[in-house]
């Protein structure tokens, strides 16, 4: 699959304000969580085009938090109307990226939001909803000392690959030992399926591009690996380039957001 990164980010950055204008607060549940699924991926491919074609890491975290903001503000919002939250598992890249950002707080203000429950009506798969409560602990416990053992232990039972609930454990455990060679075996199997989806003709471009090079859960992992003080050897891994893994210096404002819920802190 050829793709042409730089119309990508012009597509989302014109669907972007559009979006923002037309999402409003009294729009019926299903359709307003599709607009800001969309709105969360055009921030997305903004963010992966700007470090692919340009190299910039501060626009990159500054989208990816646009994209987890967003989504917080989604499940606010949906809270405050008694509806049921979206899937967990649809929130997971902009979970994964705000992580990946080290944007701690808003990290923790999606994080504690997620659906406590699989979706199993809107076609969420059990190990789909696992992994995702399973990361959303993972960043509860990283900033607040929450416990997450239950959440990896229903990871466990409905993995079909040991390498998702040992990174888990590793990551609570503090266990370099562990975690690196999970994490190998996780970045095999994430580029096993990223090449095989690359040579189908199946996938959107718009809801793929921004995955095709990188991934955003393996930076996230490594995220929290550091903050978590595990000794990480000076690797380079595919899919993880070393400009998505700089400090985020460039405080995000808050900007770009529809118009639910409540705001945030920057």
């Given at each position: ?6 119309l990508?980010?012009?597509n ?7 979006l923002?204008s ?5 729009t ?12 969360c991926?055009?921030?997305?491919n903004?963010?992966?085009?700007t470090l ?6 501060q626009p990159f ?5 646009r994209a ?6 989604l499940l606010?919002h ?8 979206p899937?967990?598992s649809?929130?997971?890249t902009?979970?994964?990226g ?19 429950h699989?979706r199993?009506e ?5 190990v ?12 509860l416990?990283?900033a607040?000392?929450?416990d997450?053992?239950?959440r990896?232990?229903e990871l466990?039972?409905?993995?079909r690959?040991?390498?998702w609930?040992t990174?888990?454990r590793?990551?609570?455990?503090g266990?370099?030992a562990?975690f690196?060679p999970?994490?190998?075996?996780a970045?095999?199997l ?9 040579r ?5 471009e718009d ?7 990188l991934w955003?859960e393996?930076l996230a992992?490594?995220?929290l ?11 380079r891994h595919?899919y993880c ?9 460039e405080?995000y ?5 529809a118009?639910?819920?409540q705001s945030?802190?920057?």
């Open positions: 699959m050829e793709i042409d990164f730089a990508l980010r012009e989302a950055g014109a669907a972007v304000p559009v923002i037309h999402i409003a607060p009294d019926e549940r299903d359709r307003l969580v599709e607009e800001v699924r969309e709105l991926r055009c921030f997305v903004i963010a992966a085009a692919l074609l340009e190299g910039r890491s975290f500054l989208n990816l938090c987890a903001e967003n989504w917080r503000r606010v949906l809270e405050q109307r008694q509806q049921p939250p899937p967990a649809w929130g997971l902009p979970l994964a705000v992580v990946a950002a080290g944007h701690w707080e808003l990290a923790t203000r999606v994080a504690e939001r997620l659906s406590a699989r199993k809107e076609g969420e798969y059990a789909e909803f696992a992994w995702a409560s399973a990361l959303g602990g993972l960043v416990h990283a607040r000392g929450e997450p053992t239950s990896i232990q466990a039972r409905v993995s690959e040991e390498c609930p990174l888990a590793a990551l609570v455990d266990d370099s562990a690196l999970a994490f190998a075996d970045h095999a994430h580029e096993a399926r990223t090449e095989k989806l690359a189908g003709f199946t996938q959107r809801r793929f591009a921004a995955h095709r090079y955003f393996g992992l490594l995220r690996a550091r903050k978590r003080g595990l000794d990480l050897p000076a690797e595919h380039p070393p400009l998505a893994q700089a400090p985020m210096t405080p404002q808050g900007d770009w957001v118009r639910l819920g945030s802190v920057t």
